[in-house]
C-alpha cells in the first residue's frame, strides 16, 4: 500500500513538471516571470518585471499607473486578492521573446501563478484595468471555472470591458445603454475566444454589451459577483436572457 502512495505521489510530481514545462514553452510569460533575467528582463521590489535598462523615472511612471488600474478594479470588482506578476515590455524584440506579438495586455492564470503582459503600446489605464480586472475574476471563479468554459468567455472579456471602461466599446450611460453592439455571436470557451477575437475584434464590444444584460438580469454587480464567486463552488450561472437583449 505504502508503494503504490509512493508511487501515485511520484507520478503527480512529475505530471505537474510536465505540465509546467508544456505550459512554459506554449507561454514564455511564465518562465519569464519566475526568471526575468533569463530573457533581459529585471524584477522590481512591487511585483513589477520591465526590460533590462529601463530608466528610473519609467519604472516610478509604471508603478504608479499600476497603482491607479489596482486601485479602479478593486473599487469596481474587490480587492486583487492573489499575487500576480505585471511584465511590461517596451519594444518589439522583448514582445518577441515572448511570443505575444500584436496583443497589447494579456493575462494568464495557471496553477503555478498569475502573470499579466503588457505590450510597448498597451501602458494604458484602460489596458491595464482590463488585464488587472481577469485577475481578481479568475481568483474569484476559481482556475477550474475560468479554463472549463463555466465562466464563460464572453462574460470574463465583457466584464473585463466595462471595468476598463474603454470607450471603444462601450457608449456613455449606465447599464445596459452602455451596450455599443447587440450580444450576439458570443464565445464561451476561452480558447476559442482568443482566435475569435484576432478576426473580428467588435467580439469585446458585444461582449461588454452581454456582460452587462447579465448584470442587470441577475440585479446589479454585486449578485453578478456572488454568481462569479459561486463557481468555484461547482455552480453553473443562469441562462443570459437574449430574448430580452435583443429586444432592447
Request: glycine residues 8%.
Amino acid at each position: 500500500m505504502l508503494a503504490a502512495l509512493r508511487r501515485l505521489a511520484f507520478a503527480l510530481v512529475a505530471l505537474a513538471v510536465l505540465g509546467g514545462a508544456a505550459l512554459g514553452f506554449a507561454y514564455p510569460l511564465l518562465p519569464a516571470a519566475l526568471c526575468p533575467a533569463c530573457f533581459g528582463l529585471q524584477a522590481l521590489d512591487n511585483g513589477i518585471v520591465v526590460q533590462g535598462g529601463t530608466s528610473r523615472a519609467r519604472q516610478t511612471e509604471l508603478a504608479d499607473l499600476t497603482a491607479q488600474a489596482e486601485a479602479h478594479v478593486a473599487a469596481e470588482l474587490g480587492p486583487i486578492g492573489i499575487a500576480y506578476r505585471a511584465i511590461f515590455c517596451s519594444d518589439p524584440d522583448c514582445a518577441a521573446r515572448l511570443r505575444v506579438q500584436g496583443a497589447a495586455g494579456l493575462t494568464i492564470s495557471t496553477p503555478f501563478g498569475t502573470v499579466v503582459y503588457i505590450a510597448p503600446h498597451g501602458a494604458s489605464q484602460e489596458i491595464l484595468r482590463h488585464e488587472l480586472a481577469h485577475v481578481v475574476i479568475h481568483h474569484r471563479a476559481g482556475l477550474m471555472a475560468t479554463l472549463n468554459g463555466r465562466l464563460p468567455a464572453w462574460l470574463d472579456e465583457g466584464l473585463a470591458v466595462i471595468v476598463s471602461d474603454d470607450p471603444a466599446h462601450l457608449r456613455a450611460g449606465d447599464s445596459v445603454a452602455r451596450c455599443a453592439a447587440p450580444p450576439v455571436r458570443l464565445v464561451a470557451n476561452p480558447f476559442d475566444f482568443a482566435r475569435a477575437a484576432a478576426l473580428d475584434p467588435g467580439i469585446y464590444t458585444r461582449s461588454a454589451c452581454a456582460a452587462l444584460h447579465l448584470e442587470a438580469q441577475l440585479g446589479g454587480r454585486a449578485a453578478l459577483l456572488s454568481a462569479i464567486d459561486s463557481l468555484r463552488d461547482g455552480a453553473i450561472l443562469p441562462d443570459l436572457d437574449l430574448t430580452a437583449a435583443q429586444a432592447d
